[in-house]
């Protein structure tokens, strides 16, 4: 009895030896965890990076006015005409309304994803996903040139696929071309 009591106490001295402290473990005797050392070379978790992806859907939200946008059928880009406002507005229950100078309209719009923030002038890959559903608007008819401002920015809203917002300027984009563009209103 004796010797087995001896093997016992002896493979788990060994087991205990094999599963110990390996200078690296956060665990406390009682099997709490510490808290990680700021100063630890090997802390994986560290603070995001400010350059890091972040959802950036909420600096949306407010009015803008659009300065330009792509012509239908990608015929250019073209300035904001007329004197009545041209404009998007996100709303935080996630619903747009909109004004091309001529019409006015709604919808629904989400962003998705993460925001990348851009890596240069040429970085089609930069922004943050955005959807838009069940646009509507009204239909009164337009001189010419704001008639295509109208078909121009409806369609530009409907297309695009992403947003940035670089320099307190928000742009719509699709296939890294920009549908519209416009600063805070």
Request: hydrophobic share 35%; with cysteine.
């Amino acid at each position: 009895m004796l010797l087995r009591l001896v093997f016992a106490i002896a493979a788990m001295a060994l087991l205990a030896t094999a599963c110990g402290d390996d200078g690296g473990s956060d665990a406390e005797p009682d099997g709490a965890t510490s808290a990680p050392d700021d100063n630890d070379s090997n802390n994986d978790n560290n603070d995001a990076d400010a350059n890091e992806p972040t959802d950036r859907g909420d600096e949306l939200l407010g009015s803008w006015n659009i300065a330009t946008f792509q012509l239908a059928g990608g015929l250019g880009e073209a300035d904001a005409v007329g004197d009545e406002p041209v404009t998007i507005e996100f709303l935080d229950d996630g619903t747009l309304n909109y004004s091309t100078g001529c019409n006015t309209g709604s919808g629904e719009w989400e962003a998705r994803g993460v925001y990348r923030p851009s890596e240069g002038d040429d970085d089609i890959f930069a922004g943050q996903g955005i959807t838009f559903g069940g646009l509507s608007s009204t239909e009164i008819a337009c001189d010419d040139e704001r008639a295509d401002q109208d078909l121009a920015i409806g369609g530009g809203i409907r297309a695009a696929e992403t947003f940035t917002i670089e320099d307190g300027t928000l742009t719509l984009i699709r296939d890294g071309n920009v549908m519209l563009s416009g600063t805070r209103g």
